[in-house]
C-alpha cells in the first residue's frame, strides 16, 4: 500500500501562473433568474487578476455578487426573453492559504446530500473499507476503488443521477466520480465535500468537479477521474454536492443553452501529480 504524504513540488507548481476562463451561451425563452458560479473563489494568498462581462440582447447588463459559503461567488442577473451572453477571464498567481476548518463543516459534510446519499452506503462502506482506521488511508482506497469500479463515458449519467445511480451503471462523468467518493467517505466518518474547479490539463476539457476530504485536519483534494494534475486546479465553488456547485442555475423561467467553452492552462508545463501524493487545493 502507497504511503501518502505531502507534494514536495506543490509549492513551485502553485506559483505559476494559471489562465482560466469561460465563454457561456443562453436563450432565455421566458422572464427567469440566472445564477453563474464561474468566478475564481477568493481565497487568502491567490492574486487574481480578472475580468467578468455579461450582456443581454448585447447590450452589458451588471450582475449582483453573492458570496456563499467558502469563498463562492455567485454572480445573478434577472432577465427577459432573449440572449445572454457571459465571458469571463482570470489570471491566477500565488498559492491560496489552507482552507479553513470550522465545526459547522464538518458537521455538514458529514451529512448525506441529494447526490451524495452517504446513508445508503453505510453498509457497503463498512464492508469494503472499515478495516481501515486512518482518514488518509480511507482516502487512498476510496479514490482508488472508485477510479477502477467506474468508466469515464461522456453522456452516460442524467444530471439528476446520484452517487447510488452511478454506482449501479458503473460508469459517469467527473461529478458521478467526486459525488460516489464523497458518499462513500462520508459513509466511513471523513467529511468530504464537491469542489467545482478550473483544471488545467484536463481532456476533455470542462468544468471539473473533485472531492475535497478532512484528512488529519486539513482538506485535501482527490481526483478519482485522474484527469488533471491536482496541484494546478483553481477553486470555483464548493459545497455538499452538485446542487451547490453548477456553473449555472435557472429559476422561473425557461433557457437552453447555446454554447460553453471553458478554458485553463498554466504558464508552463505541467506539474506531475501522483495518487499517493496528499495535495491541497492552490
Same mark, same amino acid.
Given at each position: 500500500?502507497?504511503?501518502?504524504?505531502?507534494?514536495?513540488?506543490? $509549492?513551485?507548481?502553485?506559483? #505559476?501562473?494559471?489562465?482560466?476562463?469561460?465563454?457561456?451561451?443562453?436563450?432565455?425563452?421566458?422572464?427567469?433568474? +440566472?445564477?453563474?458560479?464561474?468566478?475564481?473563489? @477568493?481565497?487568502?494568498?491567490?492574486?487574481?487578476?480578472?475580468? =467578468?462581462?455579461?450582456?443581454?440582447?448585447?447590450?452589458?447588463?451588471?450582475?449582483? $455578487?453573492?458570496?456563499?459559503?467558502?469563498?463562492? @461567488?455567485?454572480?445573478?442577473?434577472?432577465?427577459?426573453?432573449?440572449?445572454?451572453?457571459?465571458? !469571463?477571464?482570470?489570471?491566477?498567481?500565488?498559492?491560496? $492559504?489552507?482552507?479553513?476548518?470550522?465545526?459547522?463543516?464538518?458537521?455538514? !459534510?458529514?451529512?448525506?446530500?441529494? !447526490?451524495? $446519499?452517504? *446513508?445508503?452506503?453505510?453498509?457497503?462502506?463498512?464492508?469494503?473499507?472499515?478495516?481501515?482506521?486512518?482518514?488518509?488511508?480511507?482516502?487512498?482506497?476510496?479514490?482508488?476503488?472508485?477510479?477502477? @469500479?467506474?468508466?469515464?463515458?461522456?453522456?452516460?449519467?442524467?444530471?439528476?443521477?446520484?452517487?447510488?445511480?452511478?454506482? =449501479? #451503471?458503473?460508469?459517469?462523468?467527473? @461529478?458521478?466520480?467526486?459525488?460516489?467518493?464523497?458518499?462513500? /467517505?462520508?459513509?466511513?466518518?471523513?467529511?468530504?465535500? +464537491?469542489?467545482?474547479?478550473?483544471?488545467?490539463?484536463?481532456?476533455?476539457?470542462?468544468?471539473?468537479?473533485? #472531492?475535497?476530504?478532512?484528512?488529519?485536519?486539513?482538506?485535501?483534494?482527490?481526483?478519482?477521474?485522474? /484527469?488533471?494534475?491536482?496541484?494546478?486546479?483553481?477553486?470555483?465553488?464548493?459545497?455538499?454536492?452538485? #446542487?451547490?456547485?453548477?456553473?449555472?442555475?435557472?429559476?422561473?423561467?425557461?433557457?437552453?443553452?447555446?454554447?460553453?467553452? &471553458?478554458?485553463?492552462?498554466? *504558464?508552463?508545463? =505541467?506539474?506531475?501529480?501522483?495518487?499517493?501524493? /496528499? &495535495?491541497?487545493?492552490?
Amino acid at each position: 500500500m502507497p504511503t501518502w504524504h505531502d507534494n514536495g513540488d506543490r $509549492e513551485a507548481t502553485a506559483l #505559476a501562473n494559471r489562465e482560466v476562463g469561460a465563454q457561456i451561451d443562453v436563450e432565455v425563452t421566458a422572464p427567469t433568474t +440566472l445564477e453563474f458560479q464561474v468566478a475564481v473563489a @477568493r481565497q487568502p494568498g491567490l492574486d487574481v487578476s480578472e475580468s =467578468l462581462a455579461i450582456t443581454f440582447n448585447g447590450n452589458p447588463i451588471q450582475p449582483r $455578487e453573492i458570496v456563499g459559503p467558502h469563498d463562492t @461567488r455567485i454572480h445573478s442577473i434577472e432577465v427577459g426573453e432573449g440572449a445572454v451572453s457571459l465571458s !469571463y477571464q482570470a489570471t491566477v498567481a500565488g498559492e491560496a $492559504e489552507p482552507a479553513p476548518v470550522r465545526d459547522i463543516d464538518v458537521i455538514t !459534510y458529514l451529512r448525506p446530500s441529494r !447526490y451524495a $446519499e452517504a *446513508d445508503k452506503f453505510f453498509g457497503f462502506a463498512a464492508t469494503e473499507f472499515g478495516q481501515y482506521t486512518d482518514s488518509a488511508t480511507l482516502l487512498e482506497k476510496v479514490a482508488a476503488w472508485v477510479g477502477a @469500479r467506474l468508466d469515464y463515458v461522456p453522456g452516460s449519467s442524467d444530471p439528476i443521477d446520484g452517487a447510488a445511480d452511478t454506482l =449501479l #451503471a458503473g460508469a459517469g462523468v467527473c @461529478r458521478d466520480y467526486a459525488h460516489l467518493v464523497v458518499a462513500l /467517505l462520508r459513509a466511513v466518518n471523513v467529511p468530504a465535500r +464537491l469542489v467545482a474547479v478550473y483544471a488545467p490539463g484536463c481532456d476533455p476539457m470542462d468544468f471539473h468537479a473533485v #472531492a475535497e476530504a478532512l484528512v488529519d485536519g486539513e482538506w485535501r483534494v482527490v481526483d478519482a477521474t485522474c /484527469l488533471a494534475p491536482r496541484q494546478s486546479m483553481v477553486r470555483i465553488a464548493t459545497g455538499r454536492d452538485a #446542487a451547490d456547485t453548477a456553473f449555472l442555475d435557472n429559476h422561473k423561467g425557461s433557457i437552453t443553452l447555446n454554447n460553453m467553452v &471553458v478554458t485553463a492552462y498554466v *504558464d508552463g508545463q =505541467l506539474p506531475v501529480d501522483s495518487i499517493d501524493h /496528499l &495535495v491541497s487545493l492552490g
